[in-house]
Structures are given as structure tokens and as C-alpha cells.
């Protein structure tokens, strides 16, 4: 029995060594690079900018493009740096990446802080065949078809949000 007990605790003390080397002893991320997978596109850098001027002014989006810029103009640069954002060239993150052409924002929305995903930011046209990305508050991106895309855009899947249907 004592053999027994000791050849199991070998066993799991060794699985446990292994474990430890494959995943590494000091494998904390690191928050730039977290910072840089979590915002790298243009879509999902505005639909982050959007997310966090909400939370700063009462769950209501920027009115226009001019409002959303002065309030990215106005944050640590370095955490911009960090999210790959030129402070000094704010536009270039309202452009797609895939097709040169300005990203399509709902302007003014409104939410909560329990408030259901909204959709923000939308590619101008699609980017993997007939898919277009969107970017929703609360810093998800997803892949959506053309009519989907279309049913974002205009509001109708917009839940439980606070008179959101046809704001841009």
C-alpha cells in the first residue's frame, strides 16, 4: 500500500512539474501586450473609445466625430500609445483598415451600465466576403452578415437599450 501511495505521488508531482514548465512559472500577461490584442483594428480601438467616453459621461454616446476626437485628444497618451493610437493623428483610426474607407458610427446612443451590448462601429464595407466586422460597447467584435449588418445599423437589434433605433 505505502508503494502504491508513493508511486501515485510521483505521478502527480511530476505531472505537476510538467505542467509548470509547459505553461511557465512567471507567465503573467503582460498589460501592454493585452492592451495591444484587445484593440488591434480600427474597429475595435473607436468602438473602445466609445465605450469608455460613455462610461465617463452618464451611459451617452458622443453626438459626432468632433466630440468622440477631443475626448480621445484629452487621454493618457502613453495608454493610447499603448492601443495604437496616434494622438496626433487621431483620424487615422476612424479609417478601415481593409478598404480605406471611414468606419460607419452610431452616433449618440445611449445605455446603462447593465445595458445590453450595443453595436457602434461598423466597417464601411465587407472584409471577409460578404461579412463586415461591428464593434459593440463593452469591447466585443463580431463577424456579421450583410443583413444582420443591416439590422445593426438601423437599431432593430438593439435590447432593452434607451431609444437607440435610427440614432447615427
Request: aromatic content about 6%; hydrophobic content about 35%; charged content about 25%.
Amino acid at each position: 500500500m505505502k508503494n502504491l501511495i508513493s508511486n501515485v505521488s510521483i505521478k502527480i508531482l511530476a505531472t505537476v512539474l510538467l505542467v509548470a514548465v509547459l505553461t511557465g512559472c512567471n507567465s503573467t500577461p503582460d498589460a501592454a501586450d493585452m492592451m495591444a490584442k484587445a484593440t488591434d483594428s480600427n474597429v475595435k480601438r473607436v468602438a473602445k473609445m466609445y465605450s469608455i467616453f460613455m462610461k465617463n459621461n452618464g451611459w451617452k454616446g458622443p453626438k459626432n466625430p468632433e466630440q468622440l476626437k477631443t475626448f480621445i485628444g484629452k487621454q493618457n497618451e502613453e495608454q493610447l500609445q499603448m492601443m495604437g493610437i496616434d494622438p496626433s493623428n487621431l483620424d487615422a483610426i476612424f479609417i478601415g483598415e481593409h478598404d480605406d474607407e471611414p468606419l460607419k458610427i452610431r452616433w449618440n446612443l445611449k445605455s446603462s451600465m447593465l445595458g445590453p451590448a450595443l453595436p457602434i462601429v461598423f466597417e464601411a464595407s465587407p472584409s471577409e466576403g460578404e461579412d463586415y466586422q461591428v464593434g459593440f460597447t463593452g469591447n466585443t467584435v463580431r463577424t456579421v452578415d450583410s443583413q444582420e449588418y443591416q439590422q445593426l445599423w438601423e437599431g432593430k437589434l438593439d435590447r432593452g437599450s434607451k431609444g437607440n433605433a435610427n440614432r447615427r
